[in-house]
């Protein structure tokens, strides 16, 4: 290959590189409002910020969380877990509190943790089908990705209820992205997505990504989500199992992706979602920093 070619090839993926972080998302918990606070000012007006449905948070630390991320200028998308709602009742609460905040035009469903439904949705297409959301100013719904498959359900039923949500939402007249579950390894995301697309679904892909974070706790979270991590994956990604002391960026994971998409004519609106593992404002100067660079750091 001549140098030309080469400078040419770098370009372009320094290209697709930057626009992955065009329009990048970020996760946070109801905890992490003075995190969001610090972070905001870093962050491009209009960042999307998904707000979490955990079990150890409340309906008031929820709506607060969703709040803040509204008062600092960024779009609160608020996580609705299906398997969590008590009843129809709590879901619709949840809705109109949201709306009091003007929060509620985005939220993100996920059928989510328990094993056993807490009551009438066992999933997230059970809420979607509903019709509850359309209902209380909801205009855009992310669903869940999973390149690595999921612990609990066979890849044919993921498959089945990408498609259904996504027909069900476009019934309903609702926008749609896919937020996959994050990945050290961009081999099974990149044919997750040929998937996708393969099956007709062409709305736009966020693609789970760690923030910088402790490799410890990096681990902990692939060890709790049933993420690969194996040697040689963390190795691709950026660091060793043998060292686990120290800390570990995306810069290489948006690389490879970068330079993988950028010979996929048809992976469609593909950006980032940074699972911010190691704070928010960690990862809101990880993006600015590598948008300032340009995209140099890709190889």
Do not use: C
């Not at 372009?12 to 329009?23: H, P, W």
């Not at 910020?49 to 608020?78: C, H, K, Q, S, W």
């Not at 019709?131 to 719904?141: E, N, P, Q, T, Y």
């Not at 498609?163 to 069900?168: G, N, Q, S, V």
Request: cysteine-free; hydrophobic content about 45%; glycine content about 10%.
């Amino acid at each position: 290959m001549s140098e030309t070619a080469g400078d040419m090839d770098f370009a372009r993926d320094a290209s697709v590189a930057l626009d992955l972080l065009e329009g990048f998302s970020l996760e946070m918990t109801g905890k992490d409002i003075d995190d969001l606070r610090r972070a905001a000012p870093i962050l491009p007006t209009g960042t999307r910020i998904n707000v979490t449905f955990l079990g150890n948070e409340d309906l008031e630390m929820r709506v607060a969380a969703a709040a803040a991320v509204r008062d600092a200028g960024l779009v609160p998308v608020p996580h609705i877990s299906a398997r969590r709602l008590r009843d129809e009742r709590q879901v619709t609460e949840f809705l109109a509190r949201l709306q009091q905040v003007d929060a509620s035009e985005h939220v993100f469903v996920v059928g989510g943790d328990p094993a056993q439904p807490e009551g009438p949705y066992p999933d997230a297409l059970s809420v979607i089908r509903s019709g509850i959301l359309a209902d209380h100013g909801v205009r855009s719904v992310s669903i869940a990705g999973y390149p690595e498959g999921h612990p609990d359900i066979a890849d044919d039923v993921l498959w089945r209820h990408l498609e259904d949500k996504t027909a069900a939402l476009a019934d309903h007249g609702l926008d749609v992205t896919i937020i996959t579950q994050f990945a050290f390894d961009i081999d099974p995301v990149t044919t997750w997505i040929d998937g996708v697309r393969t099956r007709g679904i062409d709305v736009p892909i966020r693609v789970g990504t760690p923030g910088p974070a402790g490799i410890k706790r990096l681990l902990g979270f692939a060890r709790r989500f049933g993420v690969g991590a194996n040697a040689m994956i963390v190795k691709k990604y950026g660091f060793s199992l043998t060292n686990l002391m120290g800390t570990a960026g995306p810069d290489t994971f948006v690389a490879d992706l970068a330079e993988a998409l950028a010979h996929r004519a048809t992976a469609g609106d593909v950006a980032l979602h940074l699972y911010t593992f190691g704070g928010i404002e960690a990862t809101a100067r990880w993006a600015a920093d590598f948008a300032r660079d340009g995209g140099a750091r890709v190889r």
